[in-house]
């Protein structure tokens, strides 16, 4: 009696182990992925954006600009039979691509100036699927100057679903971000509810500082539709009447609840990319690649 008591604790215990390791192995394989966004080093080649996110412990890249070269499918490291090139060194690696960001804007009411934008979001989708690629970003991006708000909200759904459209069969989705006048995540969850099969890229430092939302309130609105991220930190500028005027720090050193934000994807179960984009294109006083893309990872990775 006391030798099947025995082996039936020791069943149960063996069965609770195993329940408890497959438990962790869940929560390991539901963990987000470090990603940076090219954006950070506009002078780097692929080959250098790849050795430094294996040195520093990211799992993706997300491709926004390579040397100079917004137009990502205009670039020489993709075009044409480069991108099957690229994407073997990428994999090779033990990286993805996490998103291939396009410059479309969805806005305009200018028949012209629309189908360029809408051309371009299409060259995208076709570069995401050579590259395997699953998001293509755009933006929302504007009102209109005297076009009633329903009106450029209906437009902007309409390209989203065009894009979402044209993406059927590429294995990418059109996702677009918290941007631009389209930062709340009211607005934002109004666009994708007209464009079914549309994601969100959620900039959270957009949705902090703009838009004066809390990281748990995007979440609950915005959650089930993002599908990538993008994190940087940052302190008010100089000019204290400009408010959304900012200066980009490194990770955790500024105003922006950096560290709260990623804790609340983490304990939402999100598996996309905590992706930094350091805005170096834009902002070149800030610090260099060098120092920002491994400190990031260093931060984000001591809080996971």
Known sequence: MREMLTRRDLLKTVSAGAALAASRTLTAAARPTLAFSTLGCPA???????????????GAIELRGLMGEMDLPK???????????????VQAAGLRIACVSASTQLHHADAAERAKNLDEGKRFIELAHRLQAPNVRVFGNNWVEGEPHDTTLARISAGLRELVEAAKGSGAEIIIETHGDFMDSPTISTL?????GAGVLWDTHHTVVVAKED???????????VRHTHIKDSLPGP?????????????GTG?????????????????????FEWEKK?????????IAIPQFAKTVKGWL
Do not use: F, N
């Not at 105003?255 to 983490?266: E, F, M, R, S, W």
């Not at 834009?282 to 060098?290: G, K, M, T, V, Y």
């Open 44 to 58: 780097w080649p692929l080959r250098q954006i790849i050795d430094t996110a294996v040195r520093e412990g990211y």
């Open 75 to 89: 670039s020489p490291q993709l075009a044409g039979s480069a991108a099957a090139a690229a994407l073997k060194d």
């Open 192 to 196: 994708i509810e007209a464009a079914p």
């Open 215 to 225: 990281p748990k309130e995007t979440w609950a609105r915005l959650g089930k539709w």
């Open 239 to 251: 000019d204290p009447s400009k408010p959304d005027d900012r200066a980009y720090v490194l990770t």
């Open 255 to 275: 105003q922006v609840p950096v560290k709260a934000i990623v804790q609340t994807l983490v304990q939402a179960g999100y598996a996309g990319c905590l992706c």
């Open 282 to 290: 834009w902002h070149p006083e800030i610090a260099e690649p060098e």
